[in-house]
């Protein structure tokens, strides 16, 4: 079972991103990790790996965190994320 994240993690992790505002926190809709997976042809092996947290808003914006944003390091720290998982809710107003 994996730990689910509080509004104070959320808020913590707005002040950490690009963003900056801790006050949107109570804006937040969601927060999901995503780990996306894109092939190259049929007959190829290579497939590049893309994995980040997107912090959604209620009014439709998102906020993508990428690997090196400091705000994502913290996120996953407090959830302990899986190497396997596609999708996982961090957090659901």
Same mark, same amino acid.
Request: proline share 2%; glycine share 4%; hydrophobic share 35%.
């Given at each position: 079972?994996?730990?689910?994240?509080?509004?104070?993690?959320? $808020? &913590? !992790? #707005? *002040? +950490?991103?690009? /963003?900056?505002?801790?006050? =949107? !926190?109570?804006?937040?809709?969601?927060?999901?990790?995503? $780990?996306?997976?894109?092939?190259?042809?049929?007959?190829?092996? *290579? &497939?590049?790996? %893309?994995?980040?947290?997107?912090?959604? /808003? *209620?009014?439709? *914006?998102?906020?993508? +965190? $990428?690997?090196?944003?400091? !705000?994502?390091?913290?996120?996953? $720290? =407090?959830?302990? #994320?899986? %190497?396997?998982?596609?999708? #996982?809710?961090?957090?659901? &107003?």
């Amino acid at each position: 079972m994996w730990n689910i994240i509080s509004i104070d993690d959320v $808020r &913590k !992790a #707005l *002040e +950490l991103s690009e /963003f900056s505002d801790s006050e =949107m !926190a109570e804006d937040v809709d969601s927060v999901v990790y995503h $780990r996306d997976i894109f092939e190259y042809g049929d007959e190829s092996d *290579e &497939k590049d790996i %893309d994995v980040h947290i997107d912090i959604e /808003f *209620e009014y439709g *914006e998102y906020l993508e +965190l $990428r690997e090196d944003d400091p !705000a994502f390091g913290y996120l996953s $720290r =407090m959830c302990k #994320l899986p %190497d396997g998982s596609d999708e #996982l809710v961090l957090y659901s &107003k």
